[in-house]
């Protein structure tokens, strides 16, 4: 059965589809045991859920629903406890103890992710293009779209008098998403490939002064990654800032309190280090004093010594060893000097991202030591201006500061050695790589690492989506009236003189009658008359020699051609009279077949007699020749046969080898009525193996029919082409077995792909073969939102209606997330992998185990008397659910449904359906604000109600009963 396409669907244990959505309990009408949802013997699930094809509202409660059945859909093991007496001994004071295992751990992962309000911005107002290197646009974001970024006014005093400002936060996205048919890719993904395609940018409406240094009569403070700051100093290319509110003071001496709680990088990477104020000096000439400074490792072995060191000094920039900077923690020193009373000298420190360093063009956090580009994965940029600061104009000023990715390879480029795949839409698995997270690469106590984050989905959705398969020798596609549909590419075997019956389409309703006579037939045949279904043009001219018919080789003269054969729609006739004055003549053929919709006991040829192209044919019967292969470039007669929901299809015939009538799918089905209006078209069948077809029908490569012959193959070809025209493509199969054609098989002759497509919007072009497996595509999606697969030696697509928008979010910080769907046990410990590949550790799991006695008594005890209770007794172990929603045309019998919505979305929920207190649904459901949830005798439970919103109101009952059972 077909799937549900319910928004999002996502998988819990193996196989299942719901969708799961938090929702607050109300009040229930109903009341149900778990009995009544699940088979408490195995666990699995007692009922399915059963929606309308077309109730879009219905189908999202029902993902609601499923999740909840779900959850209860498991087994129940004992807890295993272990007790023992420590050293196996049992005298009196020694203490029992127990071991608890196979405790369940409930873990919620994936699924429908959300964030709370304001804290991040979804996009999803840009089609996918694969072609241009044109990015989605440059989209900044600030306040107005994510709340938690700054958009204030501060003060600031400079020159002695305050002033005020306006400072802004912004992330700053370039993306582009592409659809990447490169070998290493093959998926749906988002790039942020060039420099400055992700950033953060802090502005200032007067800017920051410079030079500048902060003083008694100038203090400013800005923003940075959220937190404040005073500016120390500024230049046009280096600006200092420093969190005042963190400041340390420490004394000098070897046994004063250390700078602890460093730590190191390059040769001393992930060492603890520390730091000792040693002395301090006062240059009386300069009136300065100076600090002498050791830093030291865990052992505490003397790194390096720096005398002289002055207030404003970055540590981590002085100390330096063996060409190299060795600690990565930022010690910034405020002042130097000397208390009044001690007579102690003191330096006032801030520590860490406390202080910061920003160089223009340089690697930010900036590192004295780094100096290749190929290191530097993000930089700062200083962007200089002239404005009014305090009461001075046209000062030089700092407006705004950025920082932003180097495009490096592997740390700040997102290209397609490291891609942004989609979260949802990829085709490879790897959707759990579909974040990038802002200064990437560098440590994460970095300030700013993780501030911003761009997570990419792939499509928006929301579009109704269908399927079309070519499989098996059939099409498999769904109508505008959402009737499912199995269409043959051939028929064949239709052999008996008496009543023969066969079934066509689907759902097996439509039946045929067929019977076969062979032998010469004596057809007299007139002007117009629908000979095999198609008018024949016949015209009498009292000089004979001028009387004609049209054959497929063009207009034969009839007197002289008597006993001569033409072909006519595709049939070899032998004219066997001249034209009479009523435009008639007589034309020999080896048999003729009959197909009725009634059998041919009960019903009439003139009503029950299937048409061809153009009507009924000429006595009911459709005549053949014995030539047993079908005729090249020539339109053929044609059966018409009914399928499924009163549509229409054609089918050439042969009379083949074997004695056997085969009905050959035509190319004059120009119009399968597709559900959201893409077009399937059927060229014909290639025999000649050049890809131009030669027969306007599918000819199966049978020995029947004149194929079949070692080495030979015979292609057929289709073309497909999306809604509105915005993208189209070729589909060859190979008629031997209706898998696609074997492209790169040195014994078959053409080159190509099994599928080629050429969007009209963007000019992608998807080359898809299994040829050559690793090197081509066999999974891709197009421009228009189209989903192509061929790894299964068919032809698979799923089209939306609409041309699909692309989804992203850029994420703010602190943002918060609600996530809802897979559901996974882990033990205490244990790590565990979601099915999108997500690993989850559980660090700690809560239980209680009740011992007695607790400590031995008087006499000891031997272990039998040992008394052990666990909380929780048992473990739940999850039952993969399978399928759990449901159409309404898909529901099958053996188990009880859920049926949601009333009469006119349901078929299941017919309006005289009888309710658990004798009435029928219709005398409930009459006015706006009625709704039933109940279960009936049958076990079905029915949520339905007067409007969608009375359906989802039913719906949101059961659920808080459900959620009673799971508590």
């Not at 993306?175 to 490939?193: I, R, S």
């Not at 997500?838 to 008397?865: E, F, M, R, S």
């Not at 009375?950 to 799971?966: F, P």
């Amino acid at each position: 059965m077909k799937k549900m396409n319910v928004k999002r669907l996502v998988a819990l244990g193996t196989g299942l589809a719901l969708l799961g959505t938090a929702l607050a309990p109300v009040v229930s009408a109903i009341t149900l045991t778990r009995g009544d949802i699940i088979n408490t013997t195995n666990g699995t699930p007692a009922v399915d859920i059963v929606v309308g094809a077309k109730a879009s509202n219905d189908a999202l409660w029902a993902g609601n629903i499923a999740t909840r059945i779900a959850q209860l859909a498991y087994t129940e093991t004992p807890v295993s406890v272990q007790k023992s007496l420590e050293g196996g001994a049992t005298t009196e004071g020694v203490k029992p103890t127990a071991t608890v295992s196979d405790l369940s751990v409930d873990l919620i992962i994936g699924g429908e992710t959300s964030y709370a309000a304001g804290t991040a911005y979804t996009y999803d107002d840009a089609y996918l293009n694969s072609v241009s290197s044109t990015e989605i646009g440059a989209q900044e974001f600030g306040n107005a779209k994510i709340s938690n970024l700054l958009n204030e006014t501060w003060n600031y005093t400079y020159n002695g008098s305050s002033y005020t400002q306006t400072v802004k936060e912004f992330i700053g996205v370039s993306p582009d998403a592409k659809f990447e048919d490169h070998k290493d890719v093959k998926d749906l993904v988002l790039y942020l490939d060039d420099e400055g395609d992700f950033y953060y940018k802090v502005t200032f409406s007067a800017g920051i002064p410079y030079p500048y240094t902060k003083g008694d009569m100038n203090t400013i403070t800005v923003p940075f990654f959220g937190k404040k700051y005073t500016v120390l100093s500024a230049s046009s290319s280096e600006v200092k800032l420093i969190d005042e509110s963190n400041k340390y003071t420490f004394y000098a001496g070897p046994d004063e309190k250390r700078i602890t709680g460093l730590t190191g990088k390059g040769s001393y990477a992930g060492k603890a280090l520390e730091i000792v104020f040693v002395t301090l000096t006062y240059n009386q000439l300069q009136g300065q004093y100076y600090g002498k400074f050791e830093l030291r490792d865990a052992e505490n072995n003397v790194i390096d010594t720096r005398d002289s060191v002055s207030a404003g000094t970055f540590l981590e920039n002085t100390f330096y060893v063996n060409g190299e900077y060795p600690l990565e923690t930022s010690v910034y020193i405020h002042s130097l000097g000397k208390e009044d009373v001690s007579g102690k000298g003191y330096a006032v420190i801030t520590i860490g991202t406390n202080t910061i360093q920003l160089k223009n063009g340089d690697k930010y956090p900036y590192d004295p030591t780094i100096t290749s580009s190929s290191k530097k994965y993000w930089k700062t940029y200083l962007h200089t201006t002239t404005g009014t600061v305090g009461n001075e104009s046209n000062r030089d000023v700092i407006d705004y500061i950025k920082i932003y990715n180097a495009a490096v390879e592997g740390y700040s480029k997102w290209d397609r050695k490291s891609p942004i795949y989609a979260s949802v839409d990829s085709l490879t698995g790897k959707g759990a790589n579909s974040e990038a997270v802002f200064l990437n690469g560098e440590p994460t106590s970095t300030l700013g690492y993780g501030f911003a984050k761009v997570k990419f989905y792939g499509f928006k959705g929301g579009e109704t989506l269908t399927e079309l398969k070519i499989k098996d020798q059939k099409i498999y596609y769904t109508d505008s009236g959402d009737t499912q549909h199995e269409i043959p590419l051939y028929i064949s075997g239709l052999d008996s003189s008496t009543e023969e019956e066969f079934s066509f389409d689907k759902a097996g309703n439509q039946k045929y009658y067929f019977r076969m006579t062979t032998g010469n037939q004596h057809v007299k045949v007139c002007d117009g008359n629908y000979l095999n279904g198609i008018p024949v043009k016949i015209d009498y001219n009292s000089a004979d020699v001028n009387s004609y018919i049209v054959t497929d080789t063009g207009i034969v003269q009839v007197h002289t051609s008597i006993g001569q054969s033409y072909d006519i729609n595709g049939v070899m006739w032998v004219i066997a009279s001249d034209v009479d004055s009523s435009n008639c003549l007589y034309l020999d053929t080896n048999g003729y077949f009959e197909i009725w919709d009634e059998s041919f006991d009960s019903g009439t040829a003139a009503t029950n007699s299937v048409s061809g192209y153009s009507g009924k044919p000429l006595n009911y019967k459709f005549y053949f020749d014995a030539e047993g292969a079908p005729d090249q470039s020539t339109n053929l007669a044609v059966v018409k046969l009914e399928g499924d929901n009163s549509k229409n299809y054609y089918y050439a015939y042969v009379y083949s080898k074997d004695g056997d009538i085969w009905l050959l799918y035509d190319k004059r089905n120009t119009s399968l009525d597709e559900k959201n209006g893409y077009h399937l078209a059927f060229a014909g069948t290639d025999i000649g193996e050049n890809l131009t077809p030669d027969i306007y029908a599918y000819v199966p490569n049978d020995t029947a029919l004149g194929g079949g012959a070692s080495g030979a193959y015979y292609t057929a070809k289709f073309t497909f082409t999306e809604p509105a025209s915005h993208g189209s493509g070729t589909i060859y199969i190979d008629t031997d077995d209706g898998s696609l054609a074997p492209f790169g098989n040195t014994n078959y002759s053409p080159s190509g792909y099994e599928f080629a497509y050429t969007n009209a919007d963007t000019t992608q072009a998807l080359n898809m073969t299994n040829y050559n497996a690793t090197d081509n595509i066999q999974k891709a999606w197009s421009d228009y939102g189209s989903k192509f697969d061929i790894s299964g030696d068919y032809f698979l697509a799923v089209i939306p209606e609409n041309r699909l928008y692309i989804k992203f979010d850029v994420v703010g910080p602190s943002a918060t997330v609600t996530t809802t769907g897979e559901k996974l046990t882990a033990k205490e410990g244990e790590e565990v992998t979601t099915s999108a590949g997500t690993k989850i550790k559980v660090d700690k799991v809560n239980y209680t185990v009740t011992v007695t006695p607790t400590v031995c008594p008087a006499g000891g005890v031997v272990l039998d008397n040992v008394k052990v209770t666990a909380t929780p007794a048992t473990v739940k172990v999850l039952v993969p659910v399978g399928q759990l929603v449901y159409k309404d045309k898909e529901a099958v019998g053996g188990k009880p449904h859920i049926i949601i919505g009333g009469w006119k979305v349901n078929r299941l929920a017919q309006s005289d359906l009888t309710l658990s207190d004798g009435t029928v649904l219709s005398e409930r459901l009459k006015k706006a604000g009625d709704y039933v949830v109940d279960k009936l005798v049958t076990g079905d439970i029915i949520v339905a109600g007067f409007t969608a919103a009375d359906t989802e109101a039913a719906a949101k009952e059961l659920i808080a009963e459900l959620d009673k059972l799971l508590k």
